[in-house]
């Protein structure tokens, strides 16, 4: 029989939990491989609900940070009146939107106007349950990772090609294309990026990427490889900010020229749901990043003994949401101070600049490793 | 329960997953020649691949699982944005074949199967999930060494006739990598 396990203390404790109950039921049905799978399935219903948490959970409150650093950027306020600062108005904006007529354009193709959300959330959700959160706070710790995520972010581009196509409107359609073209683009230097955190970590795994930068702050892979870490970080924040179709890369949208883009004709849950899919982009990007170069859930320990032992403390979990928000934050500050790059201007800095950048560096970080490490 | 079938059948989690994904496969794969509108018989290959991947993982095939995923659906992409790009009132005027061109069709595809049923039926001890290798045989490292590694075993593609055990040993390796 078939059970495959769920190996982490949360897993461990179901698995003793499940047969000291089922010792009440009649004796007739008890049996070891019922009790192994109702743990199993335990196990797994507990990995989707948190897998749901944290990226349902958290598209709310990057709503809310997005308006409020938004508006700081512009000198305003932003929301204010509905609870503490505004804190009720995106809960507000949620069930107004959940609770919204879903209808689609007349010409629309159904089948594919209703399946493109689901298909733009299918990468974020793949990847959000690959990070480890904290040593032992991972939902599935796969041996092969990286090529995971390399392999689930062309779903994205697939969603938004066929809401665009499938709303049967031009804007729609431009926006599709020019997002298309732009996330094959991008997605090419995102990998490559990645490959080269696979390079210098030896290993395709999350888990052991990030226990690979333990110790001190000059331990993480932004610092470890003298000037190439910092680099490839940059490389990095580009490319994942093109990958994700946020300004200044949102071409894809462009709001003064396209209405929108590729969801126009969306309302109600379906639009939620696209919504939703750049949210959790951001936090999964964010959470990749601060897994492959700011040390995952290690603290930012200095080396000094008192200060690392206040530090370590905390618990990691603490340490890596507090590094996911400022990668957002960072993400959000990029977003209201660039501007925005024409359609030939994006493709020319991937093509002629990104790409050529990528190869050196993926070179230099070979030559580091067979020279210096 | 089929006594006269040569099938072990214990009827474990991989079985049940196995047939699952195999009518998934199935089922998208009809799917994708039967729709009219070609974006959507796109779609459909799209989920066939996926799903063969999935297949691919049961058999603890991982990196090939992944690469398919990659290839195709990568590849499957860019093809969706030419058909977009090429083809004018997509989805407006859908084609249609005559009657006897389908019955044509569905002959030879019956024949197929019945030729593929022919051939795997006799195959001894027909499983559908692969059980005997090792947990890290197919891993990406040891994929990696064999194929870029140091050793008398690696360099797979440019080497593969001057490793130094018997010719007749060469070619053949039953397992995959």
Same mark, same amino acid.
């Given at each position: 029989m078939f059970v495959p396990s769920v190996t982490h203390p949360i897993g461990d404790f179901i698995r003793d939990l499940v047969p000291r109950v089922a010792e009440y039921l009649p004796a007739s049905i008890q049996s070891d491989t019922l009790n192994s799978v109702i743990a199993f399935l335990i196990n797994a219903v507990i990995c989707i609900i948190a897998v749901c948490i944290v990226n349902i959970g958290s598209a709310p409150i990057l709503i809310y940070m997005e308006r409020k650093v938004c508006a700081h950027v512009q000198c305003r306020l932003g929301p204010m009146r509905l609870g503490w600062h505004g804190t009720l108005q995106t809960i507000a904006d949620v069930i107004k939107m959940l609770f919204k007529e879903v209808y689609a354009p007349s010409g629309a193709d159904k089948l594919m106007f209703y399946l493109a959300p689901l298909i733009v959330l299918i990468a974020p959700f793949i990847v959000c349950a690959l990070i480890p959160f904290d040593k032992n706070l991972v939902v599935a710790d796969v041996s092969m990772g990286i090529p995971l995520i390399i392999a689930v972010n062309g779903f994205g581009v697939l969603g938004i090609l066929l809401g665009g196509w499938s709303s049967n409107n031009k804007y729609s359609l431009l926006g599709a294309l020019r997002s298309g073209a732009q996330m094959i683009s991008y997605e090419i230097s995102f990998a490559m990026i990645l490959l080269f955190v696979v390079m210098i970590s030896g290993s395709t795994n999350l888990m052991s990427i990030t226990m690979?930068?333990?110790?001190?702050? @000059?331990?993480?892979w932004i610092f470890k490889i003298p000037v190439l870490g910092f680099i490839a970080f940059i490389l990095f924040f580009i490319s994942s900010t093109a990958e994700m179709n946020r300004? *200044? @890369?949102d071409i894809a949208e462009a709001e003064q020229e396209l209405t929108g883009g590729y969801h126009t004709e969306y309302n109600g849950t379906p639009f939620a749901m696209f919504y939703l899919a750049e949210y959790i982009a951001l936090i999964t990007n964010s959470a990749l990043a601060t897994t492959c170069f700011l040390g995952g859930f290690f603290p930012p320990c200095i080396g000094i003994a008192a200060v690392d032992n206040v530090l370590n403390m905390v618990p990691g979990v603490v340490w890596f949401f507090a590094k996911i928000y400022f990668m957002v934050w960072c993400y959000m500050m990029v977003r209201w101070t660039f501007v925005r790059p024409r359609v030939d201007q994006l493709m020319d800095f991937e093509w002629k600049f990104l790409l050529p950048v990528n190869l050196v560096l993926l070179v230099a970080g070979a030559a580091f490793i067979a020279i210096g490490g | 329960m089929f006594p006269d079938l040569p099938l072990s059948f214990p009827m474990g989690g991989m079985d049940i997953a196995f047939y699952v994904v195999a009518l998934v496969i199935l089922l998208t794969a009809v799917c994708c020649v039967a729709v009219k509108n070609i974006l959507q018989s796109a779609v459909f290959l799209i989920f066939s691949f996926v799903t063969t991947a999935i297949l691919y993982m049961l058999m603890h095939a991982e990196f090939i699982a992944l690469a398919q995923v990659m290839v195709y659906v990568g590849g499957v992409v860019i093809f969706v944005v030419f058909t977009i790009l090429l083809t004018s009132h997509l989805g407006e005027d859908a084609f249609s074949t005559k009657m006897p061109r389908i019955f044509t069709a569905f002959v030879l595809s019956i024949a197929f199967v019945f030729v593929m049923v022919k051939c795997v039926l006799p195959t001894p001890d027909l499983a559908s999930g692969i059980v005997n290798s090792p947990a890290d045989y197919s891993s990406l490292q040891n994929f990696a060494l064999r194929l870029?590694?140091?050793? *008398?075993?690696? @360099?797979?593609? *440019?080497h593969l006739r001057y490793h130094n055990r018997p010719p007749h040993q060469g070619r053949c390796r039953r397992g995959g990598f």
């Open positions: 690979g930068q333990e110790g001190t702050i @000059f331990d993480w300004a *200044p @890369f | 870029l590694g140091n050793d *008398p075993n690696g @360099f797979i593609i *440019p």
